[in-house]
């Protein structure tokens, strides 16, 4: 195995091992493992050759190297690679001609020293929780072949599950990282909104997206978010902000009040969900109970302007190639593309609203703490999944917890933790179940730092996947 | 008064036609069920319509900014 991004740079930088050796290893976990996971849409090893040969020879002339020198990344199939086609899961897309450059992420991670390898699978457009993608397969889940890798990111996430890579990238429209994050069991960042610039990369909403990075340690995950921070011109959203690294060991101040999300937040978490915050308020010394009591509207806002902006975005091309789109998405489409203006305008200020009461619950708090999804992953094809006597739609309900802080905005970072059963009976599962941890706009420090917590306590982080192909991959936690 | 049902159906239908969709009777079915949903989702944000003074319903509809 390659081991953590971090400890990668660090053995570059000392000599003890190079960037085209690390490259080499990982190449052969990704032809050994990823025929059973399908993560890779695309592999870019000739550029990776290029990348990591680049680093040591800045290394052997003595140059200082960067933070994330020879480290090898992938990038979910939305972003911009040049000389890539840029797929965003979707058939509609592979005849489109390939990328002229990098996404500004992908330029970031460059310049960081990351060597890319390649792109990552998706549900189509971003317009899923399941990765379950009619045109590339479904990406299976690293700790059960069986079930779903979660989405829309679950490339993403899956990949550095089955430790093929240390760090990718995603983005998050609805929960896009943090679902994915929680079913594979990896540390997920979704920064504010107008964080990280989104340019060249394929929209889906473009007033709810957001991209961010995945990882095996929060370590790895701040040091990449550092990595991509900068002022984009490009993306309308990008905030005109400083750069405000948090370092590769985020401290959480003393005297940080954590708060445990209840009412919405509790109604739609299963047993070993409610367990995993347990867990997790516990070891943040978390007792205090809140609500966002707009949840609920929160959620539905998200819901039409998802609907109204991403029919909007393919009207076009559903009109003219409606059969080559995902039939588990396709007709959601287009009757979002349906939805009256008046709908849009009201789900705008529902939105405002919402976003003013969190303002005021962080005015009694600093963090606050809710499951990621209301239970473990799914299985690949299940139609529907019960949550407190509750039978739902999968696709539509597992982004339930996560839609309403991402309508407004807010810095989460996903920890993944392993709750062993629910203490009431129900069998332990091994499999990962993810809390939500959110901070105020732009706190993305405290969103780390209270990961880092729950890290460090020995509850938080990566597991070997023995499902994954070859089996052997081994903890990074 | 007309059955909401009827309403959706016929909605979608003229919808459909007006933006320029071309779809068989299974299809456009399936559409109306999809739509159905939006819109008992999207029910619960807007105020009753004898509610005036529905505090959402005032103001102009923001630009998102966190």
């Given at each position: 195995m390659n081991g953590a991004a971090l400890d990668i740079a660090r053995r570059i930088r000392s000599g003890e091992r190079t960037a085209a050796s690390v490259l080499a290893e990982t190449r052969a976990l990704i032809e050994a493992r990823d025929r059973a996971l399908n993560c890779f849409t695309a592999t870019t090893f000739e550029?990776?050759?290029?990348?990591?040969?680049?680093?040591?020879?800045?290394?052997s002339r003595g140059e200082?190297?960067?933070?994330?020198?020879?480290?090898?990344?992938?990038?979910?199939?939305?972003?911009?690679?040049?000389?890539?086609?840029?797929?965003?899961?979707?058939?509609?897309?592979?005849?489109?001609?390939?990328?002229?450059?990098?996404?500004?992420?992908?330029?970031?991670?460059?310049?960081?020293?990351?060597?890319?390898?390649?792109?990552?699978?998706?549900?189509?457009?971003?317009?899923?929780?399941?990765?379950?993608?009619?045109?590339?397969?479904?990406?299976?889940?690293p700790h059960d072949l069986a079930r779903v890798s979660g989405g829309s990111s679950g490339g993403s996430a899956a990949a550095v599950a089955g430790d093929m890579v240390p760090v990718t990238l995603g983005s998050d429209t609805s929960g896009s990282i943090r679902v994915p994050a929680s079913f594979c069991g990896v540390f997920g960042l979704k920064p504010t909104y107008g964080r990280l610039s989104r340019s060249s990369c394929f929209p889906f909403v473009d007033s709810l997206d957001h991209v961010g990075p995945l990882a095996g340690t929060v370590g790895d995950l701040a040091a990449t978010y550092d990595a991509l921070q900068g002022r984009d011109a490009r993306d309308h959203a990008?905030?005109?902000?400083?750069?405000?690294?948090?370092?590769?060991?985020?401290?959480?101040?003393?005297?940080?009040?954590?708060?445990?999300?209840?009412?919405?937040?509790?109604?739609?978490?299963?047993?070993?969900?409610?367990?995993?915050v347990q867990m997790a308020a516990a070891a943040l010394g978390a007792r205090r109970?809140?609500?966002?009591?707009?949840?609920?509207?929160?959620?539905?806002?998200?819901?039409?302007?998802?609907?109204?902006?991403?029919?909007?975005?393919?009207?076009?091309?559903?009109?003219?190639?409606?059969?080559?789109?995902?039939?588990?998405?396709?007709?959601?489409?287009v009757a979002g593309s349906l939805i009256p203006a008046s709908w849009l305008i009201q789900a705008q200020r529902v939105r405002k609203m919402a976003h003013a009461e969190a303002l005021e619950l962080f005015g009694r708090f600093d963090v606050l703490l809710a499951a990621a999804a209301p239970d473990y992953a799914p299985l690949i094809g299940s139609e529907s999944f019960t949550i407190n006597d509750r039978t739902?739609?999968?696709?539509?309900?597992?982004?339930?917890?996560t839609q309403p802080i991402s309508c407004i905005g807010l810095p989460v970072c996903a920890a993944p933790l392993w709750p062993e059963g629910d203490g009431k009976g129900q069998p332990a599962v091994n499999m990962p179940?993810?809390?939500?941890?959110?901070?105020?706009?732009?706190?993305?420090?405290?969103?780390?730092?209270?990961?880092?917590?729950?890290?460090?306590?020995?509850?938080?982080?990566?597991?070997a996947a023995t499902a994954a192909a070859g089996g052997g991959s081994a903890s990074r936690q | 008064m007309s059955d909401p049902a009827d309403s959706l159906r016929s909605y979608v239908r003229a919808a459909l036609e007006l933006q320029g969709y071309e779809f068989s009777e299974e299809r456009i079915a399936e559409m109306t069920l999809q739509f159905?949903?939006?819109?008992?989702?999207?029910?619960?944000?807007?105020?009753?319509?004898?509610?005036?003074?529905a505090k959402l319903d005032l103001g102009p509809a923001p630009v998102f900014r966190p």
């Open positions: 550029r990776a050759e290029r990348e990591a040969g680049a680093i040591d020879a800045r290394r200082s190297l960067p933070p994330l020198a020879g480290v090898p990344y992938a990038v979910k199939n939305l972003f911009d690679i040049a000389g890539v086609t840029t797929l965003a899961g979707a058939k509609v897309n592979a005849d489109n001609p390939a990328a002229a450059a990098d996404a500004y992420l992908v330029a970031r991670m460059h310049e960081a020293g990351a060597v890319l390898v390649g792109a990552l699978n998706m549900d189509e457009h971003a317009y899923g929780f399941t990765c379950e993608n009619t045109h590339y397969g479904a990406t299976r889940n990008c905030a005109q902000r400083d750069i405000e690294c948090v370092g590769a060991t985020p401290i959480l101040p003393a005297g940080t009040r954590v708060g445990i999300l209840g009412g919405w937040f509790q109604d739609w978490a299963g047993p070993a969900a409610r367990s995993a109970w809140c609500e966002l009591e707009s949840a609920a509207s929160a959620r539905a806002a998200a819901f039409v302007i998802t609907g109204a902006e991403g029919g909007a975005l393919h009207r076009e091309k559903l009109q003219a190639r409606y059969a080559e789109f995902e039939p588990a998405s396709r007709d959601r489409l739902v739609p999968t696709r539509a309900t597992l982004g339930v917890l179940m993810g809390v939500q941890l959110i901070a105020a706009p732009w706190r993305e420090d405290l969103c780390l730092a209270a990961a880092a917590v729950l890290e460090r306590a020995g509850i938080a982080g990566v597991r | 159905t949903r939006i819109e008992s989702i999207a029910r619960t944000l807007l105020p009753p319509a004898a509610d005036a003074d």
